[in-house]
């Protein structure tokens, strides 16, 4: 089993930065990949951003330039510095770890923290 924690949300003004943390433990390969979605009322969950082990980085377009997703393997910790925020970014952000092996993979949430920009 896989044990995620996610920490950092909050509330920001318009413009404003957060900085978001998620460690895991428990059962992690040593390849897999850290990401984090977003969930707000009345929509969909969607992807913010993914970091494999070996370091490729997705984002979505609707965040790229304004978020950095990083992490530190050793500490099997994946952070994301949210700048330029807006209040479109609303939502509650989920860290997730998907774990795969052949012909199968295996994802793990926490428990999703709440960011809220508002002036």
């Known amino acids: 089993q896989v044990q995620v924690v996610e920490s950092g949300g909050g509330l920001v003004q318009p413009g404003g930065s957060l900085r978001l943390s998620c460690a895991a433990s428990g059962s992690l390969f040593s390849t897999n990949t850290m990401g984090w979605y977003r969930q707000a009322p009345g929509n969909q969950r969607e992807l913010v951003a993914t970091i494999t082990s070996s370091g490729n980085i997705n984002y979505a377009d609707s965040v790229r330039g304004r978020f950095a997703i990083s992490r530190d393997n050793a500490k099997s910790t994946v952070y994301l510095q949210m700048n330029s925020l807006k209040p479109e970014d609303t939502a509650v952000y989920y860290c997730?770890?998907?774990?795969?092996?052949?012909?199968?993979?295996?994802?793990?949430w926490g428990q999703g923290t709440q960011v809220t920009v508002s002036s």
């Open positions: 997730n770890v998907r774990i795969a092996r052949p012909g199968v993979s295996f994802d793990f």
